[in-house]
T-cell receptor, first 111, second 114 residues
Framework: AQSVTQPDIHITVSEGASLELRCNYSYGATPYLFWYVQSPGQGLQLLLKYFSGDTLVQGIKGFEAEFKRSQSSFNLRKPSVHWSDAAEYFCAVGANDKIIFGKGTRLHILP | KAGVTQTPRYLIKTRGQQVTLSCSPISGHRSVSWYQQTPGQGLQFLFEYFSETQRNKGNFPGRFSGRQFSNSRSEMNVSTLELGDSALYLC?????????????FGEGSRLTVL
């Protein structure tokens, strides 16, 4: 069965600094990969997705993610964070007719 | 285009009661998935309905059930509530559903069991 690991429960960065959130997955083949963001009191919003093709994927709000098959990773990056990026971020894997979510990484932004 | 609508947004129940949550998907979406979100477990998949049929389910006890109507609206029911059922219940609609489609989430129904 597929699984998703987000090793960082909390991450704190200063506004304007770069960001990388880690995601590792376990699955025998290449799964569908997603990053979602959840602001307080809200549902989840899709940031970006990878199905196939170019391994560097651009998303909304200036986010990007890179699929690395050799490392079974799909890390999320942003070159310069804004205070409004403070939220919880979820990596997800789609395979075997299920989309499984990681436990999330809460991002805190220092002014 | 209206988003996914979940009702009620908040509710409080006592142990042993039952609860029904409703989800109206985005127009044209035939797949509705339900997730339970708790601080300790994250998002856990409950089940998916597609065109009124349960297409997949997670590892939850039989107290958790759902259904989907011909207009794609879905309900989930939890019977004999336990304290541990306190959670945010999220509904997500999709064109392709759990088979690789993008999920569009509602804001959730927050259930507190006392």
């Amino acid at each position: 069965a597929q699984s998703v690991t987000q090793p960082d429960i909390h991450i704190t960065v200063s506004e304007g600094a770069s960001l990388e959130l880690r995601c590792n997955y376990s699955y025998g083949a290449t799964p569908y990969l997603f990053w979602y963001v959840q602001s307080p009191g809200q549902g989840l919003q899709l940031l970006l997705k990878y199905f196939s093709g170019d391994t560097l994927v651009q998303g909304i709000k200036g986010f990007e993610a890179e699929f690395k098959r050799s490392q079974s990773s799909f890390n999320l990056r942003k070159p310069s964070v804004h205070w409004s990026d403070a939220a919880e971020y979820f990596c997800a894997v789609g395979a075997n007719d299920k989309i499984i979510f990681g436990k999330g990484t809460r991002l805190h932004i220092l002014p | 285009k209206a988003g996914v609508t979940q009702t009620p947004r908040y509710l409080i129940k006592t142990r042993g009661q039952q609860v029904t949550l409703s989800c109206s998907p985005i127009s044209g979406h035939r797949s509705v998935s339900w997730y339970q979100q708790t601080p300790g477990q994250g998002l856990q998949f409950l089940f998916e309905y597609f065109s009124e049929t349960q297409r997949n389910k997670g590892n939850f006890p039989g107290r958790f059930s759902g259904r989907q109507f011909s207009n794609s609206r879905s309900e989930m029911n939890v019977s004999t509530l336990e304290l541990g059922d306190s959670a945010l219940y999220l509904c997500a609609s999709s064109l392709a559903g759990q088979r690789g489609g993008e999920l569009f989430f509602g804001e959730g129904s927050r259930l507190t069991v006392l």
